[in-house]
């Protein structure tokens, strides 16, 4: 179910009226309630998958409780467990995302005499995707990695344990779509909720802006983004294509932040609350700053679980480089099975290496003109790295280079213009946070106007109600 379908609001509808009837006995179940209803929105989009979902909550919970409760104060018992939990989420997510890729690789360099049966290449890629599947297994590790850590509270029954680590895997406003939570934030939330504890502007002001972005302006974008893809770029000129890669990169910032920015309003009217995924990452400075707006829980799971652990930046700077190249790789990799998101994460690991060896030897003085010029550069950067989430085949990315730099059309298909005004509500959005970030209070004082508030989300209501475009799942349901 969609988060902007009508099959959902009523779904929603029912959950939140049950979820807060008058009845004090009845609110004490409220997060079984929760886990009950999230376990029939996972039913509905992949089915009997569900169970597989059930199988990761109850076996991290299960390694969890032991660790958090000190039964496993020996330290070689809890370095097994430890390691088991990793190893469990790792092979969850490697046997139902990554099994194809990995055989299909090495079918591709093994010899002719040592070639994969086609039968089981075929059979293994029939395995589906469980929706989410990156984002609970993700929790799993961190999950255990904490508990280990002792940052959650001890004093828990086995069957607390498993409520709450059943409600924090399968919370629906962020099961599908993030972001990745961390139980040490979620777990001291789960208590009964009140009606009257409800702050609504909040949730309206997420939901509106969440809706206007997905419905809007990602699905609109959609209906033309998909003309540069091969072999449609061919028949157009370089103009055409920079434009629809721009319109390629505001769709996938809208799409994603549009569905995080709902979830975190779904969230609150619950009662509960989730980080915010995005902060107007288009106006980043360097590629440093941009993983530090973009994908933020994913960034910073990175950060905490990856590379600090494998030395940070606390070593050599060789070594620090090829720490951040290997996170960089393998955080494209978390976005899909396909080596295209490799070289994704590889062209922004690279990105970032020279980033800091220019930044570390030729220091740059800072002026607002060389701050948009930053902006205009790092943009110009990742809009060319989605090429390698627009590509599937290594072939066509080259193709699409190539064509980019040698066929300098005049004039754009005029059939193309309507993506400039898709674009529009995204730069503007960009520019308010960045004007707002340097202190020019003009759009502050227009903000606390009651009536400039209403009137703005009045009108990305309208727009979002009038022409939402053609339906289009979630960018992220394959990741």
Known sequence: MLFNSWEFLTFFLI????????????????????????????????????????????????IGFILVTGNADNSALRKQLIIGGVVFNLLVLCTFK???????????????????????????????????????????????????????????????????????FSFFPHLISGPILRAGHFFPQIRTKCFREIDWYVAFKWLTLGYFLKSFVANNLADY?????????TTAGTITNVLLLCGYSAQIFADFAGYSFMAVGLAELLGYKIPNNFNAPYISRS???FWKRWHISLSSWLKDYLFIPLGGSRCSRTRACLNVFVVMILGG????????????????GAGLIVEHIFRSTIPIPESVLLGVGKIVVVNAFVTAAWIGFIMSDVNHMKLLAKHLCTDFAIMPYA?????????????????????????????????????FRMFVYATLIFLAAVNPGTPHEFIYFQF
């Open 15 to 62: 959950v939140f009226t049950l979820y807060y009837l008058p009845s004090r006995t009845l609110r004490q179940f409220q997060p079984l309630l929760l886990v009950g209803a999230s376990m029939v929105f996972y039913w509905a989009g992949v089915g009997t998958l569900t169970l597989l979902l059930l199988a990761s909550i109850i076996t991290n919970a299960l």
């Open 98 to 168: 990554y099994s194809s890729l990995i055989l299909s690789s090495i079918n591709t360099l093994a010899p002719a005499y040592a070639k994969l049966s086609p039968t089981l290449i075929q059979g293994v890629a029939s395995i589906p995707l469980p929706l989410g599947i990156s984002f609970f297994c993700f929790e799993g590790i961190s999950l255990t990695i904490d508990t280990s850590k002792r940052l959650l509270e001890r004093r828990l029954s086995w069957i607390d344990t498993l409520c709450k680590s059943s409600l924090f």
């Open 225 to 233: 983004t998909w003309f540069v893809k091969y072999p449609y770029f």
């Open 287 to 289: 590629l440093g700053e």
């Open 333 to 348: 990799l978390w976005h899909g099975a396909s080596w295209n998101y490799a070289i994704w994460g590889a062209m922004h």
């Open 415 to 451: 059939k193309t213009l309507p993506v400039l005004g898709y674009i529009l509500p995204v730069a503007a959005l960009h520019a308010w946070h960045w004007a707002s970030e340097r202190g020019l209070t003009i759009g502050n004082l227009l903000l606390k106007s009651d009536f």
